[in-house]
């Protein structure tokens, strides 16, 4: 028997996206609510528990009532939200973070897909914490720019509509500048990081794609590596794998711009180590696409282990 899909908030943005993706397929019964029906309750409760898989594609209290509607039933659940992020009970829905976590994201009941930025900061920074080379006390900073998707149906709209009282007219703006995006505490704890990174978060004006940058001083990590220590973890790490690409050190070093659009309709994520051999500093760079590995593709890859497709 096909397994059955629900997606919960299939017509925003994240939802739309990974209706696409799976539109070809004929090994999942896809349960569909009409567009007007989407906040009638009752019906999503009946879709969600006739489900066997439901994706959650909600604003966070939306997921979690979703979530309690789901108590007593079968359903297996993958929120794309940042509800459950850094809950115990949830495993952490990124394959190739942790050796192992391909295998228990196919035998859990609850996965949590991770956030857009946090897929890029801690896709580069949890290979160097596990391996010891980057010390959990080192004052992590991370910049960030991503495509204007990032903030759903309504920055979707605040980009593109100029007849809004609350247009967007910016082609890049900063924001999050408290320094308190929602986040910092899912790249801290995934990271394995003891000090709260520093995040600094920004729009540009594309509609999909993102760039997460973390520059390290190397004199100021455990036995000053050389950056071509950083790039053999981070190689030897996502060895073995084809969504997430280590870049040779020297293809790196032949880019004169770094395209944030480069990955905008692909599901994979290229890292980069930046730098000059022998200065002691590194940039080092995650490029993907913000509803691809960052969203709707790794709700995919997280759909396809937990179903063994
Ligand atoms: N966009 C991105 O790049 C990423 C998004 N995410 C996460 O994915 C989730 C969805 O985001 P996104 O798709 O961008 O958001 P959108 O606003 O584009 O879509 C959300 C959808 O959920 C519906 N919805 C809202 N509240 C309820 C409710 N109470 N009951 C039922 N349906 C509801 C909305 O309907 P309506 O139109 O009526 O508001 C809309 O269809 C969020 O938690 C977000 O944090 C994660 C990673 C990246
Ligand atoms: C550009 C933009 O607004 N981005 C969103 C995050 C997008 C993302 O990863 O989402 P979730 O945490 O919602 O999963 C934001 O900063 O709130």
Redesign the pocket.
């Known amino acids: 028997m096909k397994p059955k899909l629900f997606i919960?908030?299939e017509?925003?943005?994240?939802?739309l996206q990974i209706r696409q993706r799976i539109a070809a397929r004929d090994d999942l019964e896809v349960l569909s609510i009409p567009e007007a029906e989407?906040?009638n309750a009752a019906l999503?409760e009946e879709l969600l528990k006739s489900a066997d898989i439901a994706i959650l594609?909600?604003?966070?209290d939306?997921?979690r009532e979703a979530v309690a509607m789901l108590t007593d039933a079968h359903t297996r659940i993958i929120d794309?939200?940042?509800a459950h992020r850094t809950h115990d009970d949830w495993v952490y829905g990124f394959a190739e973070s942790e050796p192992g976590q391909g295998e228990r994201i196919a035998e859990a009941r609850y996965v949590s897909n991770p956030?857009?930025y946090s897929t890029g900061a801690i896709g580069l920074l949890r290979p160097l914490t596990r391996a010891g080379i980057l010390p959990g006390d080192y004052p992590v900073t991370i910049n960030a720019v991503s495509g204007y998707?990032?903030g759903?149906?309504?920055m979707i709209a605040q980009m593109e509509d100029e007849a809004r009282d609350d247009h967007i007219a910016a082609p890049h703006f900063l924001y999050a500048t408290a320094l308190r995006h929602k986040h910092v505490p899912e790249i801290q704890s995934r990271s394995g990081l003891a000090v709260r990174p520093l995040f600094s978060p920004s729009v540009g004006r594309f509609a999909q794609g993102m760039l997460v940058q973390v520059p390290l001083h190397l004199d100021a990590m455990d036995g000053r590596p050389a950056m071509g220590d950083i790039h053999a973890v981070l190689a030897k790490h996502y060895d073995g794998q084809d969504i997430v690409e280590v870049v040779p050190l020297a293809e790196s070093a032949a880019i004169a711009r770094l395209d944030p659009t480069e990955m905008a309709g692909t599901d994979r994520m290229k890292l980069f180590v930046f730098g000059t051999d022998g200065d002691g500093q590194v940039n080092l760079v995650a490029s993907l696409d913000?509803?691809g590995k960052?969203?709707s593709g790794a709700a995919v890859q997280n759909l396809d282990l937990m179903i063994g497709a």
């Open positions: 919960d908030g017509h925003g943005t994240t939802g989407r906040r999503r594609c909600l604003p966070d939306a997921a794309t939200s940042t956030g857009c998707t990032g759903g149906k309504q913000n509803l960052g969203a």
